[in-house]
């Protein structure tokens, strides 16, 4: 299935962390937080101003993104869990 979000939004995949910390201990399923890291899937062709005009968005798909802990809507397309989110949810690029 084709998705592709509307106005100012990105789809995006969540990055896994690691399954053990420096240390080399393994932590359990139960007390991961979900990862604020993320891959950009789809991106929307941007907001307007009141003037009707179009602001580009500043990501692309592909970009590595830090993003806040609560944000975004959760989806399953194709058996795959993901998040909708505003751009101005991204707090920044991965470079």
Same mark, same amino acid.
């Given at each position: 299935m084709a998705f592709k979000p509307l106005h100012d939004r990105v789809l995006v995949r969540r990055i896994e962390g690691d399954? $053990?910390?420096? +240390? +080399?201990?393994?932590?359990?399923?139960t007390?991961?937080? $979900?990862?604020?890291? +993320?891959?950009?899937?789809? /991106? +929307?062709?941007?907001?307007? $101003?009141?003037?009707g005009e179009l602001i580009k968005p500043s990501v692309k798909a592909g970009d590595k993104i830090l993003f806040g802990k609560w944000?975004?809507?959760? /989806? $399953?397309?194709?058996?795959e869990?993901?998040?909708i989110m505003k751009?101005?949810?991204?707090?920044g690029i991965i470079a």
């Open positions: 399954d $053990k910390t420096k +240390g +080399g201990l393994i932590i359990p399923d007390a991961k937080e $979900k990862p604020a890291e +993320g891959e950009i899937i789809s /991106v +929307g062709e941007g907001a307007r $101003k009141d003037s944000s975004g809507t959760e /989806v $399953k397309l194709d058996g869990d993901l998040l751009e101005s949810d991204i707090l």
